[in-house]
């Protein structure tokens, strides 16, 4: 059974750029299907799809935060990164990591990291 | 891309029978049956409950079904008890191979 653990600074200043790893435990993130995900949610609000990004390297994104995101790869540490710049007050929320598993027909989230809290507040 | 429609919220009695709506475009729902669905109860994280549709995960009861017609698709819970009483999201595929999100429905178990 995978695993997936969120790690990075619980606030961060605004203006300045959010970074958090997702560290995947108990399978390889090299796995052929599965897209690694970042999703985040605002306080008290509905899940938002950020990205996700293949082993490879292909990466795809909301295009609502196309401009500011960033999601790359390590497979030799079989983790997965997102940094978000330029943040404000509005990027405030618990982040998730996840795998998703797509296909020519399927595509859906089958696993949660238990997601972070980041604030931006100066 | 625009998140898709769900009602925020819908209730039901144990023992009873609720339908979740979730409303998209010929972009996203009306084009795949790439549409899933979410449980997510307070403090925790979502729960993959339906994929492709209507396809169960092991382990997820037989009261969760799935269905689409069209741009809609819909998740029934078939006799309700206590315990599935959370917030439901659907997400779709998207013809920019990218996933969405529906607002989110607030189940209510009376």
């Known amino acids: 059974q995978v695993q997936l653990q969120e790690s990075g600074p619980g606030l961060v200043k605004p203006s300045q750029t959010l970074s958090l790893t997702c560290t995947v435990f108990?399978?390889?993130?090299?796995?052929?299907?599965?897209?690694w995900s970042w999703i985040r949610q605002h306080p008290g609000k509905g899940l938002e799809w950020i990205g996700y990004?293949?082993?490879?390297?292909?990466?795809y994104y909301n295009p609502s935060l196309k401009s500011r995101v960033t999601i790359s790869v390590d497979t030799s540490k079989n983790q997965f990164s997102l940094k978000l710049s330029s943040v404000t007050a509005a990027d405030t929320a618990v982040y998730y990591c996840?795998?998703?598993?797509?296909?020519?027909?399927?595509?859906?989230?089958?696993?949660w990291g238990q997601g972070t809290l980041v604030s931006v507040s100066s | 891309q625009s998140a898709l429609t769900q009602p925020p919220s819908v209730s039901g009695s144990p023992g009873q029978s609720v339908t979740i709506s979730c409303t998209g475009t010929s972009s996203d729902v009306g084009s795949y049956n790439r549409v899933s669905w979410y449980q997510q109860p307070p403090g925790t994280a979502p729960k993959l409950m339906i994929y492709?549709?209507?396809n169960r995960p092991s382990g997820v009861p037989d009261r969760f079904s799935g269905s689409k017609s069209g741009n809609t698709a819909s998740l029934t819970i078939s006799g309700l008890q206590a315990e599935d009483e959370a917030d439901y999201y659907c997400t779709s595929y998207t013809s920019s191979s990218t996933l969405v999100f529906g607002g989110g429905t607030k189940l209510t178990v009376l």
């Open positions: 108990g399978g390889s993130i090299s796995s052929g299907g599965y897209y």
């Open positions: 996840a795998r998703s598993y797509c296909s020519s027909i399927s595509c859906y989230v089958e696993e």
């Open positions: 990004i293949y082993y490879s390297g292909t990466t």
């Open positions: 492709e549709v209507s």
